[in-house]
């Protein structure tokens, strides 16, 4: 899989994070964890839940910590590249409840399409109505390959990067995401940049392969707004 899973916990210990516990549970992850705690205390590794962590990903599971609350641009911008080598990055916050068969799909979806960015369909646990991703500002749950012609724009969590992408905004000089925003936009920064390297026509081929995934649910993502 060669893939780095990337989840940023906030106010929160290891046991209480959705996300970290749904990984106990995921199928066939043959990846690394980046436990990425953004404050206010010190993470407890001694959990249960980080135990099973531990052994679920055979021992590669690394821990940084910044009290101060990062802004989330500089945060993944700074942990994509301090961690490079992966073939691609799967980003999560704290609270995703992520499918058993996701990173399955994951896999399965790259052998069939070659892609630089995937994303899934977000569901909201409220009411059940699919909020992301957005594409030419409508929501979808159609899966498949995106034309380069739509607009495309959805939230950060559950993000699959792989590292064309990376390379590509790397050969255009740019950072993935934006480090004017700190969190609010954060995410939206990133559609807002590969657009701008398609209209300037710098590797457009290369910064273009979007799919659509799996779907998962999530709350309150439906209160996130375009910035």
């Known amino acids: 899989m060669n893939a780095l899973i990337i989840a940023v916990i906030y106010n929160k210990k290891i046991n209480n994070s ?9 199928l066939e ?21 980080y135990i ?42 704290d609270d995703t409840n992520i499918p058993v068969d996701y990173f399955v799909e994951i896999e399965k979806a790259k052998n069939l399409h070659p892609v630089d960015l995937m994303l899934p369909v977000i569901r909201s646990v409220s009411d059940d109505v699919v909020h992301y991703p957005l594409i030419n500002n ?19 969590s559950g993000l699959t990067i792989f590292n064309s992408l990376i390379e590509c905004f790397k050969n255009n000089n ?11 936009g954060v995410d939206f920064s990133l ?12 590797n457009y081929q290369y910064c273009s392969r979007i799919l659509i995934v799996t779907l998962f649910s999530e709350d309150q993502k439906s209160q996130r707004e375009l910035a």
Do not use: M, W
């Open 191 to 202: 559609f807002r940049r590969i657009k701008r390297i398609q209209k300037e026509g710098g």
């Open 174 to 184: 740019l950072k993935l995401f934006d480090e004017r925003y700190a969190f609010y």
């Open 29 to 49: 992850v043959d990846a690394h964890l980046l436990i990425f705690n953004n404050g206010p205390r010190v993470l407890e590794t001694d959990d249960e839940t």
């Open 138 to 156: 409508q929501p979808t749950d159609t899966k498949g390959v995106l034309s380069s012609e739509k607009t495309v724009f959805s939230i950060g």
């Open 18 to 26: 959705q996300t970290l516990n749904s990984l106990l549970d995921a």
């Open 52 to 93: 099973g962590l531990k052994n679920k990903f055979n021992g590669k599971v690394f821990v940084q910590e910044d009290l101060s609350n990062r802004p989330l641009s500089v945060l993944y911008n700074y942990a994509i590249d301090e961690y490079s080598g992966y073939s691609y990055y799967c980003l999560f916050d």
